[in-house]
């Protein structure tokens, strides 16, 4: 079940490789990587570097997604081997993570806002927060998310993180899961603020068996329809030059998509300045460095991916940096603790908008981000030298 790569039709030209903006390999070693790939062998670079960012897929003159094939032959690695104790820290579902552990020393005012949005009543709309927004909850106070009814928890992770890993039986118990829990609400429209959950729930959990019944919409173009409408109101335009960190699944949502953030931040008064690479072979935030069998969430590989990332914003001499996507914001803030010199303002886009119509966002990401580092200081360095490994257990 889930998603085959097309080996027949493969060429073997190795420019997804090649022009893979995290690895560059030479042409020909990149046909070398390929051909090990297609034939189920170790390689020397993709199975240990790449960061399942899906920009291949763009890439590929054949249209064949070969992101999945990597994907398909680290579920083999993984279904042989197991991951390393140290993995444990970040699986979605484990008891203490690295979103609970945040979660759980926010302030109470926040910790409320979650018990409302634990609620699994019957209704027939719904704004689905995902897993990154519930460790910034504070994104939700504004006017902007007026007459919102927010409805989400940890436990109902969409499970974009299995995928991007390659744990493809995990990812069918989670679409079972959010099946039946959203069939028995009866829910009929989703709005949704994660570009990772709204790629997860229209292109990829179906694949594993997931039946959705509801319309699942991306929050962002809401926001650009109702400015241009004149239903948001820009009071003060920003005049700032602005970079836009890219999500790894927009990549997968397409081009127009990846449109809207950059006709939003103009119409708020940014000037866009894009990275090299950008848009769909835009680099990943950093988490990507952790995805990898040969990872499994090594802190070294996820921070030089971060870096690599911070790095490229700043040579665009914006201002800012802009993200749709609140695990990127938080990955980003975290890297700057690493990397001071890598620094400069990070705004999810809400936050952005909040700004030109006079609104003044919280800002606590930076607060966040240390949560976040102390909590994989505490809770994973422990297991960085333990020779257990383990597969994730039923989550249905």
């Known amino acids: 079940m889930g998603i085959v790569f097309d080996k027949e039709s493969c060429t073997v030209c190795g420019e997804c490789l090649h022009q893979c903006p995290v690895m560059k390999l030479p042409l020909e070693v990149a046909k070398d990587e390929m051909t090990s790939l297609l034939a189920g062998q170790n390689t020397r670079y993709v199975l240990q570097r790449c960061e399942s960012c899906f920009a291949c897929n763009s890439i590929c003159p054949e249209g064949l997604n070969p992101a999945d094939l990597i ?8 279904e042989q081997e197991g991951l390393p104790q140290k993995a444990r820290y970040f699986m979605p579902h484990s008891r203490v993570n690295f979103r609970s552990h945040v979660i759980n020393r926010i302030p109470e005012d926040e910790k409320a806002l979650l018990r409302a949005w634990d609620d699994a009543s019957p209704c027939e709309e719904i704004f689905y927060p995902g ?10 106070r504004t006017s902007l998310m007026d007459g919102m009814n927010i409805r989400g928890c940890l436990d109902l992770c969409c499970g974009e993180m299995y995928y991007r890993m390659g744990h493809f039986d995990e990812l069918e118990q989670v679409a079972k899961k959010l099946s039946n829990h959203f069939q028995k609400m009866g829910i009929r429209k989703m709005i949704i603020p994660c570009t ?22 991306h929050f962002l173009p809401i926001i650009l329809d109702k400015i241009l409408s004149g239903e948001i109101v820009v009071k003060n335009r920003l005049d700032m030059r602005v970079t836009i960190q890219e999500s790894c699944h927009a990549k997968c949502v397409g081009e127009e998509f990846l449109d809207i ?17 950008c848009r769909d072979k835009a680099l990943c935030c950093g988490i990507g460095g952790g995805f990898s069998h040969f990872s499994a969430y090594d802190p070294i590989h996820m921070m030089r991916s971060t870096i690599t ?11 800012a940096m802009a993200t749709y996507c609140a695990g990127c914001m938080q990955m980003l803030a975290v890297g700057q603790i690493y ?28 607060k966040r981000a240390w949560q976040m580092l102390a909590g994989t200081l505490r809770n994973q360095l422990p297991d960085m030298v333990s020779r257990k490994r383990f597969h994730v257990k039923d989550i249905a």
């Open 261 to 277: 953030p950059r006709k939003i931040l103009n119409l708020i008064g940014c000037n866009v300045i894009e990275q090299d690479p």
């Open 131 to 140: 897993c990154n927004w519930l460790t910034v909850p504070y994104l939700s």
């Open 196 to 217: 990772a959950g709204f790629n997860m729930f229209n292109n990829v959990l179906p694949e594993y068996g997931a039946k959705f019944d509801f319309e699942v919409l």
């Open 71 to 78: 994907l398909e032959r680290w579920h083999e690695k993984y």
């Open 339 to 366: 990397y001071p010199l890598g620094w400069m303002p990070v705004y999810h886009i809400l936050e952005l908008v909040q700004l030109a119509i006079g609104e003044k966002p919280q800002r606590l990401y930076r």
């Open 309 to 319: 990332t911070l790095r490229n914003a700043r040579k665009t001499r914006a201002q």
